[in-house]
């Protein structure tokens, strides 16, 4: 079969066969004879003699309009003649079909930067808070000490101040113990924090090294 051609003058849009010596020489005969068929017809053969593809509807209303007895049979006509087929117009991506492929591009790209670098960059470290059990648990213990000196200190203070009552005893531990936890909660933050800008300060210079 033929490749992709030009189809040119009388394509309807049907099926297209190629021109050649078998198919010049029936249209030739065609565009003389005079006496079958009408002036239009005899200008469409000649018009399809010259081209180099022919519309099968055209050349079949030729074929027709001659009488059986003086028109060759349509296997001769067509032997060896080669039709012509043009691809489809290729589909328009969407905004949104190109949206995703970029992203899709774009981790692609970010997985193959990061199986490059993975034996020269350094491990992320997890810099998570509570990342295990032993840290829960190290922390809620810190924190149930903390309270607990914070109360003691309150309690013995508010009894040196204010002549061993208890409820003023009682008032100053619970005062100590809160600030025990507040203070243990500014502390969490600070160290969170500390972690966190020095994970960042990290990845900077593993990117200005690269």
């Known amino acids: 079969m033929a490749g992709e051609r030009t189809r ?5 849009g049907g099926l297209v066969v190629n021109n050649n010596e078998t198919l010049r020489s029936f249209l030739r005969s065609a565009a003389d004879d ?3 068929l009408t002036p239009e017809l005899r200008h469409l053969a000649s018009d399809l003699c010259s081209q180099s593809s022919i519309p099968y509807r055209s050349l079949r209303t030729v074929w027709f309009a001659l009488p059986s007895g003086d ?3 349509l296997r001769r006509l067509f032997a060896g003649a080669e039709f012509v087929f043009s691809s489809p117009k290729p589909r328009e991506k969407s ?6 492929l970029r992203k899709l591009e774009e981790l692609a790209e970010t ?3 990061a199986d490059l670098v993975k034996d020269i960059a350094p ?6 808070p509570f990342s295990s059990y032993k840290d829960q648990i190290g922390f809620g213990m810190h924190v149930v000490l903390m309270m607990f000196t914070g109360y003691l200190v309150g309690y013995a203070t508010f009894r040196a101040l204010f002549n061993h009552s208890a409820v003023m005893n ?3 531990g619970i005062l100590g113990l809160v600030s025990g936890m507040l203070l243990e909660t500014v502390l969490f933050i600070i160290r969170t924090s500390n972690r966190s800008i020095a994970s960042s300060k ?3 210079k593993l990117k200005k090294n690269q």
């Open 8 to 12: 040119e003058g009388g394509d309807d």
């Open 34 to 36: 005079h006496d079958h």
């Open 71 to 73: 028109r060759p049979a």
């Open 95 to 100: 905004e949104e079909l190109k949206e995703r």
């Open 111 to 113: 997985k193959a930067y």
């Open 123 to 128: 491990k992320k470290e997890n810099v998570e």
């Open 170 to 172: 009682v008032a100053g």
């Open 202 to 204: 990290s990845t900077s």
